[in-house]
């Protein structure tokens, strides 16, 4: 059985100290597999960013992880200072972030900044480089890239933009992709030509993906294997190809339910869940997704539910949905 | 790049119309004081009868006073181009000739000055910014005390303490000019440590700004070594904003070069342009002044492109 | 903003919260306080001749020494006060009133007219003051009121451009668009609606620009501007840049007179721009903000931006 990309046991994140203390990452585990395309999806506040965050070792200021275990291509990050990181995940570990306005430097331009990553850990001359960079920017279709490689961002629209991001992550190329919501900020056209590109970048070099998003129906496109999250831990796990169909928590069904279909009558009102996710400073007991379950019984309230294997994936729920 | 052009020719367009205004004012200036400019522009000059007649005849060629106003004022234009100001009449030499000689000393001051705030402040806003990002608040307040009080120490003080420190007490500098490069250490230190320490407090919150900004984040999911971030992320955002308040330094730098020549006993145009204002040498000053406003206001000019070529959005901005 | 003027209690709390602003206050009642009893206690040691005891060392009764005519160094430095203060009082009512008007002038016009005047501004605010003042005491007739009036008119652009700045924020507010639907006249809504709120700014200006004026004029007066001596000296005619003036050239000989006036122009100036920095925060606490770190962005920011183009480009 070959490493995990990526390995991570029992994270918990969370801000702030003593009282004010919020856990807004619970009891997550993780197991990325070379070549596999992991979707993790869940509404605003579900704690999926802050999640591949953590995987990444880049949470803000202010945030702390714990974890039993997290490992990269097998090296120990738990127990490495900050300083012996850079070797193991330089080149190795590439994040695409949600807002290409603000996530690149204005300074600077497109080229230099992508040329860094293969200058600093793969030793590349500055021209070498560059090249390196307009063939990344070719690949992920952006046009006249000679010429672009030399602009700067405020000179790109938002979907070359993003597009530019997806290319550095690109230039090494990774063993494992990190995308937070990339196609979030861009409009369905670009989304496409976007997604294609993270899927092809797994076809051809083998790249490992965590797709973080609240869009599922993107997410069951192209993952392989889909986490589902809420309030802060994951609440199921299923492969792609069974997600509309035997997914088993009540969260997810309501999530698939949630999205408009096209052929739907137009009169029609769009499915939502009601309610709010929960606090993140206060700890109910029970599933936390029980308040807004139209399955929910006072079990729900007052256990909560460990994960079962089911035939799909596994699930932590007292009543999984049956087939749909 | 096509928005250079534009932004090149605004600028242009406002240098040539400051000029034009300077120009202007410094003639307005000269030919409101009180009683006959040319018998003001003498009043020191000690020699014969004669010579004080001839010395009269020059002063009022040299002003052109005896024409009609409006043309004395395309002459003052007309010498301002073509950089003839006529007779100094301390010296009875050409004022052409006089500056000359002094505005070595001033220029090299003025380099020396800037030098001090790029080399101090740069490294020091940055590191203090960096080492006070969200941690260490003792050092913030420290740093935050220090350099707005030394900060606001005058150029002249300044220079008189450092004096009193270093030349008398340690006597490590000459007092008066020796001719070579040390004598530009002190008063350089006197005109450029106070704007030096608060350019360090601003680059010290643009870094800090820098710092908490996305593209930030980006960079270090890249893994690069600190310097390199420092240097390359890091530095070409802060250093924009510096540019911005360097012009501002730079007027400052001058107008602090012109007191600190006198403490230093320096012969450059600031202490030659008191000078002579205190002995009434008219052309001398209409000379002096509009050098050293010329120089002020092309040194923004210059501080604008710089600006505007280190952050290209800046051109669309203005 | 003149609510908070109510809460008399947290407006003093502010004001000494930090240890900037107790020193800012402090130093300001001492400073006042001496230009006050200066003259009275000390005038006559200040302006004694004792043509016996020139250029004496520092001692315990003359902890500066003596000056070239006689007279002690530390009587001259505190009694100097009131005129350093009452000069610098006076180029900033100056200049308050010159920016003031200006500013709010160009305000009510708006437009084209306004861009124009900023752009003006600017360049007249960028100009080293000491070149103007120079070129305006040439004017003048020489004597300190000249000096006053010089400083007074280089400093007026910095006034003008925080009217300018804080004016046309205020200016797109909405109660601003209801006093002209109400027909109220520009003149009215500039005096009514726009001055009322930027009188925080203005305060904390005045404040700052106090001590720079002090430092520019102290400056003027060390190169010898500003007057003859006539034979009767009295405090009208000390100030801590002619006693400057009168220690640097004594400087081979007695080194230590330098220091007094040298350390009170420094200590004005930073007590000036401290106790205007803490009397704006006191004055409009909802524009101090604390940052994720507990920075107080605009102590930090305003005075660390404004602060240095406003030192900077008038200190000399």
Redo the contacts between chains.
Sequence with gaps: MTEPVLELSNLEVSFGRGLRAASVVRGVSLRIEPGEIVGIVGESGSGKTLTAMAA?D?L???AEMTADRWTFEGHDLAASARSE??PI???R???V?Q?PM???????TVG??MG??VR??HGQSKRAARTTAIDRLRQVRVTAPERRVDE?P?EFSGGMRQRA?IAMGLMTPPALLIADEPTTALDVTVQADVMAVIAELNREHGTAVILVSHNIALIAEVATRVLVMYAGRIVEEVAADSLATRSRHQYTRALIGSVPRLDAPRDQPLVTIGGAPPDPTTRAEGCSFAPRCAAATSECRSVRPEFVESDAGRVACFHPAADA | MSEWGPFLLRRLGRLIIVCFVLVTLVFVTVRLVPGDPERNSIGGFDGTEQQKEEALARARSDLHLDRALPIQYLETLRSAVTFDFGTSFQTQQPVTTVVGERIGSTLRLALAGTLVIVVVALPLGMVVGALTNGKRRGLDVGFSGVSGFFGSVPPYVMGVILVYLFAYTFDWFPRTPEGGWTDEILPALAVGLGPALLLARVIRVETLNVLGQDYMRTARSKWLSSPRVYLRDVLPNVVAPAITIGGVMFSALIGGAVVVESIFNRNGLGRSLIQAIQLGDYPLVQAIALILGLTVVVVNTLVDIALAAVDPRSMVRS | MSATFGRRKQWLATLLGTPTGIAGVVLMAVLVLLAIIGPPIWGDAAVKSDFLRTLLPPSTSHPLGTNGSGQDNLARVLVGTRLSLLMAAGSVAIAATIGLVSGALLVTVGGRVQRIGATIIDTWLGFPSILLSVLIIAVLEKGRGAIVIAIGFSIAPFFARITLTSAASVVGLDYVAAGRLLGLSRWRIAHRYVLGNIIDSLVVAIFSMFGQCLIAISALTYLGFGGARDGIESWTSIDWGSVLNDSVRNFRDQPASVLGPAIAIAIAGVAFGWFGDALGRSLNPRLTVRSASGRSLRSSRASASGGATANASVNS
């Design positions: 990444a880049l803000p200021v202010g990181r850079g995940l330089g080149g570990l590439a994040v972030f807002d603000s996530s690149l430097n204005p300074a600077r230099a900044q860094d990553v600093v850990h700067y405020h991001m």
